[in-house]
């Protein structure tokens, strides 16, 4: 007997979607996908993964809503393009029918029981110096996903700096956007640091940490607050912080320990506390350096005579700071 | 015991019911009002009504399956709880206030867009 | 400690998501459409991995290498779509324009 609650989930999991994909306009797509993105981190409490849960809401509901919303105030919405031809639609559409078939029966095929690699994970968490078996795998059994992640992450933020078109000025914002960031920002400093000490036993962790201070970051620099500049070479040295430190770890430990990134358990709990401090850091300053890069071209590289858009957080230049 | 048990449950389950009531007014009006400042108006208010009165459900819901009457635990869930409301009162307001009122000095062509886009 | 009948639903529900979102993607000519519907189908790949970590018979906890490898894709999404929108924009960016003309004859 299926739970009514899951049926009406999967229900609008699927609707959301479908309409995020079907909208023919950008922010009716954008709503829809956001939707999609916080029924995603129902969903992923409801498949037993609170980890994933965690980090959806953070980055699927908080930054990626930041940039796609922020992307809707591209200087030339473009006009709706030709629709693809019926050919093409009717292709694509027996094409994915066709490849939905196939994933059913692969899918099907995978035996029931829990893979091997599962229970040699829950074995090894004694020496793997945390008590979470998330954890464990990320930066323990297969840090070397984490360390290219890390890599993916920076160079992404680096891509996206070099897109940018200048900085974006850090302006005194208007009262109602400072007061809630005031409030936020310390709210979300404790969580992140919260999220990250208890990543080591439960739920948490440097990812779902990082996001958070990534969201910290941006609200503080739209709300004119300069604790930080993600765009300066400050924030450029955070972003890579996580990288190079992740592989200084490895190094020393192709050196001095049994390998590449071999922990030994006697100093593997501080050793994945200290890289994860600086995983998160360095996550939440890519965020940022991405989202911040990502607005600089609005606010700089408009034609004049089109004032409603470029300054919308801005407060008028001659504004007392 | 078993009286005062049935007693909260009818509570829990009015709070509940007057709290998705309300939460369903508010998307009510949201879908059917005609511009910005009636649909903010139908949302802030009573989505934050509506989700106060969840919360309180969930608060006497939690403070009773605590084992002890005072269980330390139990009132750390409730006070959680509360700061999430506070938390989304405080961001409705800031997020209502900004919608609706257009920044200082711009009051050209961004409030006139958001009105054409509402009536649509 | 899952419901039975959750894996089924949900292993329907993530090839259907991720089918939906992959045909999207090649079909839409806009590109922020085209970068939501990449998201959507990130989606039904996440979905289907966890499901893969639930499954199974009786009592036990999650695969937690599946959760590890998803928790991954996540913040790589998000980092791609951040790079993606950056060039997104460019392309649309009408100050952009102008060497595109000079360079077609």
């Given at each position: 007997?299926?739970?009514?609650?899951?049926?009406?989930?999967?229900?609008?999991?699927?609707?959301?979607a479908?309409?995020?994909?079907?909208?023919?306009?950008?922010?009716?797509?954008?709503?829809?996908f956001?939707?999609f993105?916080?029924?995603?981190?129902?969903?992923?409490a409801?498949?037993e993964?609170?980890?994933?849960?965690?980090?959806?809401?953070?980055?699927?509901?908080?930054?990626?809503?930041?940039?796609?919303?922020?992307?809707?105030?591209?200087?030339r919405?473009?006009?709706?393009?030709?629709?693809?031809?019926?050919?093409?639609?009717?292709?694509?559409?027996?094409?994915?029918?066709?490849?939905?078939?196939?994933?059913?029966?692969?899918?099907?095929?995978?035996?029931?029981?829990?893979?091997?690699?599962?229970?040699?994970?829950?074995?090894?968490?004694?020496?793997?110096?945390?008590?979470?078996?998330?954890?464990?795998?990320?930066?323990?059994?297969?840090?070397?996903d984490?360390?290219?992640?890390?890599?993916?992450?920076?160079?992404?933020?680096?891509?996206?700096?070099?897109l940018?078109?200048?900085?974006?000025?850090?302006?005194?914002?208007?009262?109602?956007?400072?007061?809630l960031?005031?409030?936020?920002?310390?709210?979300?400093?404790?969580?992140?640091?919260?999220?990250?000490?208890?990543?080591?036993?439960?739920?948490?962790?440097?990812?779902?940490?990082?996001?958070?201070?990534?969201?910290?970051?941006?609200?503080?620099?739209?709300?004119?607050?300069?604790?930080?500049?993600?765009?300066?070479?400050?924030?450029?040295?955070?972003?890579?912080?996580?990288?190079?430190?992740?592989?200084?770890?490895?190094?020393?430990?192709?050196?001095f320990?049994?390998?590449?990134?071999?922990?030994?358990?006697?100093?593997?709990?501080?050793?994945?506390?200290?890289?994860?401090?600086?995983?998160?850091?360095?996550?939440?300053?890519g965020l940022?350096?991405?989202?911040?890069?990502?607005?600089?071209?609005?606010?700089?590289?408009?034609?004049?005579?089109?004032?409603?858009?470029?300054?919308?957080?801005?407060?008028?230049?001659?504004?007392?700071? | 015991?078993?009286?005062?048990?049935?007693?909260?449950?009818?509570?829990?389950i009015?709070?509940?019911?007057?709290?998705?009531?309300?939460?369903?007014?508010?998307?009510?009006?949201?879908?059917?009002?005609?511009?910005l400042?009636?649909?903010?108006?139908?949302?802030?208010?009573?989505?934050?009504?509506?989700?106060?009165?969840?919360?309180?459900?969930?608060?006497?819901?939690?403070?009773?399956?605590?084992?002890?009457?005072?269980?330390?635990?139990?009132?750390?869930?409730?006070?959680?709880?509360?700061?999430?409301?506070?938390?989304?009162?405080?961001?409705?307001?800031?997020?209502?206030?900004?919608?609706?009122?257009?920044?200082?000095?711009?009051?050209?062509?961004?409030?006139?867009?958001?009105?054409?886009?509402?009536?649509? | 400690?899952?419901?039975?009948?959750?894996?089924?639903?949900m292993?329907?529900?993530?090839?259907?998501?991720?089918?939906?979102?992959?045909s999207?993607?090649?079909?839409?000519?806009?590109?922020?459409?085209r970068?939501?519907?990449?998201?959507?189908?990130?989606?039904?790949?996440?979905?289907?991995?966890?499901?893969?970590?639930?499954?199974?018979?009786?009592?036990?906890?999650?695969?937690?290498?599946?959760?590890?490898?998803?928790?991954?894709?996540?913040?790589?999404?998000a980092?791609?779509?951040?790079?993606?929108?950056?060039?997104?924009?460019?392309?649309?960016?009408?100050?952009?324009?102008?060497?595109?003309?000079?360079?077609?004859?």
């Amino acid at each position: 007997m299926m739970p009514l609650l899951d049926l009406i989930l999967a229900g609008t999991v699927l609707v959301t979607a479908v309409l995020a994909v079907l909208a023919p306009r950008r922010d009716a797509a954008a709503s829809a996908f956001l939707i999609f993105g916080v029924l995603l981190a129902l969903l992923w409490a409801r498949l037993e993964a609170p980890d994933i849960a965690l980090a959806e809401a953070a980055l699927g509901g908080g930054v990626a809503g930041a940039l796609l919303v922020d992307a809707l105030h591209s200087r030339r919405p473009p006009q709706p393009q030709a629709a693809s031809s019926w050919a093409a639609r009717i292709t694509g559409a027996a094409a994915g029918a066709a490849l939905l078939a196939a994933l059913l029966i692969g899918v099907r095929a995978v035996p029931q029981a829990r893979a091997p690699l599962a229970e040699e994970a829950y074995a090894r968490i004694p020496v793997s110096g945390v008590e979470h078996p998330v954890t464990a795998v990320l930066l323990n059994y297969r840090s070397y996903d984490t360390l290219l992640e890390i890599a993916v992450l920076a160079v992404a933020a680096l891509g996206a700096a070099a897109l940018a078109q200048g900085h974006r000025p850090v302006v005194r914002s208007r009262p109602a956007v400072r007061g809630l960031a005031l409030v936020l920002l310390p709210v979300l400093l404790l969580l992140a640091a919260w999220l990250l000490v208890a990543g080591t036993s439960q739920p948490g962790g440097a990812f779902q940490a990082g996001a958070l201070l990534g969201a910290a970051l941006v609200i503080a620099h739209l709300a004119g607050i300069g604790l930080a500049r993600p765009q300066g070479l400050a924030g450029l040295a955070w972003t890579l912080a996580g990288l190079l430190s992740f592989l200084a770890l490895a190094a020393g430990t192709a050196v001095f320990g049994a390998g590449w990134l071999v922990l030994d358990p006697a100093w593997a709990p501080g050793a994945i506390l200290a890289i994860e401090a600086i995983l998160a850091v360095s996550i939440g300053a890519g965020l940022a350096l991405i989202f911040l890069s990502n607005s600089a071209s609005l606010q700089q590289n408009g034609p004049a005579g089109e004032p409603g858009r470029a300054a919308e957080a801005e407060p008028p230049a001659g504004a007392p700071s | 015991m078993i009286a005062l048990d049935i007693a909260l449950d009818i509570v829990i389950i009015a709070l509940l019911a007057a709290g998705t009531a309300f939460v369903a007014v508010g998307t009510v009006g949201l879908l059917r009002f005609p511009d910005l400042a009636t649909r903010l108006h139908a949302v802030a208010k009573a989505d934050n009504l509506g989700l106060g009165l969840i919360v309180a459900a969930l608060v006497v819901h939690v403070l009773r399956e605590a084992s002890a009457p005072d269980d330390p635990a139990g009132w750390g869930v409730a006070l959680k709880l509360l700061l999430i409301w506070l938390l989304a009162l405080l961001g409705t307001a800031a997020n209502s206030h900004l919608l609706a009122v257009p920044p200082p000095g711009k009051t050209d062509g961004k409030g006139k867009e958001r009105g054409e886009g509402g009536r649509r | 400690m899952t419901v039975s009948g959750l894996p089924e639903l949900m292993t329907v529900l993530a090839c259907a998501v991720l089918v939906i979102g992959l045909s999207a993607h090649l079909l839409v000519a806009d590109l922020f459409r085209r970068i939501i519907s990449l998201n959507v189908a990130s989606g039904g790949v996440m979905m289907l991995l966890l499901v893969l970590a639930v499954r199974g018979p009786g009592d036990q906890d999650p695969d937690p290498v599946p959760q590890a490898l998803v928790l991954t894709g996540i913040v790589i999404m998000a980092a791609v779509t951040g790079l993606a929108l950056a060039l997104a924009r460019r392309v649309e960016d009408p100050a952009d324009e102008d060497d595109r003309d000079e360079e077609t004859p």
